[in-house]
Nanobody, 122 residues
């Protein structure tokens, strides 16, 4: 069973930066996509950013130009550099990893971390 361990959350003021890290342990196979989701109080969990093993990235519009996702395939680790943080970025951030069971990715195994809290004060 793959275990995802996140780190890097905390309390910052608006405009400051944080970097989240997520390492995948006990993975004996390639992880196709890694990403970060977030869930603010009273809201649904949303995809923040994702990155494929080839390096293709995807971002939600609200973080484009401020957040950067990257990964180290050799270490099975994904990072999220968050700059220019805003109070509306306050949420629990969850790491996600997906292993494709079909070539299209329509069938996949997904894994979740326990989450790390990011709080941005105004």
């Amino acid at each position: 069973q793959v275990q995802l361990v996140e780190s890097g959350g905390g309390l910052v003021q608006a405009g400051e930066s944080l970097k989240l890290s997520c390492a995948a342990y006990r993975s004996t196979f390639s992880i196709n996509v890694m990403g970060w989701y977030r869930q603010a109080p009273g809201k649904q969990r949303e995809l923040v950013a994702s990155i494929t093993s080839a390096g293709s990235t995807n971002y939600v519009d609200s973080v484009k130009g401020r957040f950067t996702i990257s990964r180290d395939n050799a270490k099975n680790t994904v990072y999220l550099q968050m700059n220019g943080l805003k109070p509306e970025d306050t949420a629990v951030y969850y790491c996600n990893a997906a292993r494709f069971l079909s070539s299209s990715g329509a069938s996949r195994m997904t894994y979740w971390g326990k989450g790390t809290l990011v709080t941005v004060s105004s």
